[in-house]
Nanobody, 120 residues
């Protein structure tokens, strides 16, 4: 079984920064990529960022320049650095992971989410 846990959310003032973490644990053979998504009240879940096991990254166009994704493969952990936060960044941030639990058995798991609130 693979478990995904996000952390690092909280309340921050506009212009502030937060770093979210997402760790995968369990019977992991390999991680092929981590993704971050967010969902604000009344909105659909939207893509934020993705990083492959090789370190290739993609950030949503609207967030480039403020959000950065990185990972520590040894820890099966990804980080989302969020700078110059705006009230419209308020959302629940979800992490997912794709990988393998065995050479021929893949997994795709989501975490429970972490709340980010940007408000003065």
């Amino acid at each position: 079984q693979v478990h995904i846990v996000e952390s690092g959310g909280g309340l921050v003032q506009p212009g502030g920064s937060l770093r979210l973490s997402c760790s995968a644990s369990g019977s992991i053979f390999s991680i092929e990529g981590f993704g971050w998504y967010r969902q604000a009240p009344g909105n659909q879940r939207e893509f934020v960022a993705f990083i492959t096991g090789r370190g290739n990254t993609k950030i949503a166009d609207s967030l480039k320049g403020r959000f950065t994704i990185s990972s520590d493969n040894a820890k099966n952990t990804t980080y989302l650095q969020m700078d110059n936060l705006k009230p419209e960044d308020t959302a629940v941030y979800y992490c997912n992971a794709d990988g393998k639990v065995a050479a021929d058995e893949r997994f795709h798991r989501w975490g429970q989410g972490t709340q980010v609130t940007v408000s003065s």
